[in-house]
C-alpha cells in the first residue's frame, strides 16, 4: 500500500511508498552487475596465479606442464638465483630512484600550486599553462633531448640521471592535481591566517599543507609507481649493470637463445612486494588522511 500525502491547493498529491516497497526495492539483486564484478575478478585474478605459481617451477616444467597446473614438486631455486643475481643492489638503486625523484617533485609542485592559487598575477597564470603544456608531452617524445641533456651534463650512468627527468615529467600532473585540491580550501582560512599576522610561508606549511594530505599521499604514491616501474629512462641513460633498477633486471635472466620464465616471474613477485609491504603498512595512515582531509 502507498499513503497520499496532502499538498497545496493546485498541486497534485503524490504518493509516498510504504516501507514494504522500499523494503523490496532494497531488496532487489543486480545480477548483471555482480557477474561483471566476478568476471573482472576472474580477468585479474588469473595472471596473478599464473605468475606465483609459475615462479615455483623448474624451466623444464614449465615447458611441460599445464601454464595453469601448479607443481608437483615446487622449488625455490628461481627465487635464489634473482637473489644472487645481485637483486639488492638493483632494489637499492630502484628505492634511491624513486625516493630521490618523488620527495622533490612533491614538494616543489606543492609550493608551485600554492603560488598559483594564491597568486592573481598574468604570470602565474601562464606558468600554470606551461604546467598543463607538460602534459600533453609523452616521455617517448622527449627521450632523444633528455639523452643529449645528460651526455652535456656529464650525468651519463648515474642514477642522477634518472631522477632529473623523472622529477620533470612528474611536476605537471602534480601540480593539477595540488592546485585543484587547494583551491578547495576556505579563503576564509586563509584571511584568517592572515589577520593573524602568519605570512605566506607560514600559511603554506601551518595550513595549506595539513589540509592538501590526500592529495599529497595520492600524487605520490602514483608517481611512485610510474618511477618505481619505470623502464625507458633506466634503459637509454644508464649502461653498467651496478645502475640498473629492478625493470632492467629482469634482463638478468635473458639469454641468447632463450629466457628463463620462471626466475623471471620470481623477480616479479620480489619486485611486486615492497609495493604490497608499504601498502599493508601505510593503509591506514591514507585512509586517515583522506578522512581528515574532507572532515576538514
Keep these: 500500500m502507498a499513503t497520499a500525502v496532502t499538498t497545496d491547493v493546485g498541486q497534485t498529491p503524490h504518493v509516498r511508498p510504504t516501507r514494504s516497497r522500499r523494503r523490496r526495492r532494497r531488496g532487489r539483486h543486480n545480477w548483471l ?23 615455483f617451477k623448474t624451466q623444464a616444467n614449465y615447458y611441460a606442464m599445464n ?149 599529497l599521499v595520492t600524487v605520490s604514491i602514483y608517481n611512485g609507481l610510474a618511477v618505481w616501474n619505470g623502464f625507458l629512462l633506466p634503459l637509454i641513460l644508464t649502461q653498467s649493470p651496478s645502475k640498473r633498477t629492478l625493470p632492467l633486471a629482469l634482463w638478468t635472466f635473458q639469454g641468447q637463445y632463450g629466457v628463463n620464465v620462471p626466475a623471471v616471474l620470481a623477480s616479479v613477485v620480489l619486485t611486486t612486494l615492497p609495493i604490497l609491504i608499504l601498502y599493508a603498512v601505510g593503509r591506514r595512515q591514507l585512509l586517515s588522511g583522506l578522512t581528515a582531509g574532507f572532515s576538514k
Design 33 to 55: 552487475g555482480g557477474l561483471a564484478g566476478w568476471l573482472w575478478l576472474v580477468i585479474v585474478i588469473v595472471p596473478i596465479y599464473w605468475i606465483v605459481i609459475t615462479s
Design 67 to 215: 601454464p595453469l597446473k601448479p607443481s608437483t614438486s615446487p622449488t625455490i631455486e628461481n627465487y635464489r638465483l634473482v637473489i644472487e643475481s645481485d637483486f639488492a643492489t638493483y632494489f637499492i638503486n630502484s628505492v634511491i630512484v624513486t625516493a630521490g625523484s618523488i620527495i622533490p617533485a612533491v614538494l616543489i609542485s606543492f609550493m608551485a600550486a600554492f603560488a598559483i592559487v594564491r597568486s592573481s598575477g598574468r604570470f602565474m597564470k601562464s606558468v600554470n599553462g606551461l604546467f598543463l603544456m607538460g602534459l600533453a608531452i609523452p616521455l617517448q617524445a622527449t627521450i632523444i633531448p633528455v639523452y643529449l641533456i645528460i651526455i652535456r651534463l656529464k650525468l651519463y650512468d648515474s642514477l642522477l640521471a634518472i631522477i632529473l627527468p623523472s622529477i620533470a615529467f612528474a611536476i605537471p600532473l602534480s601540480v593539477l592535481v595540488l592546485a585543484n585540491f587547494i583551491r578547495d580550501v576556505p579563503k576564509e582560512l586563509f584571511e584568517s591566517m592572515r589577520v593573524d599576522g602568519a605570512s605566506e610561508w607560514v600559511t603554506l606549511w601551518r595550513l595549506a599543507f595539513p589540509l592538501t594530505r590526500p592529495a
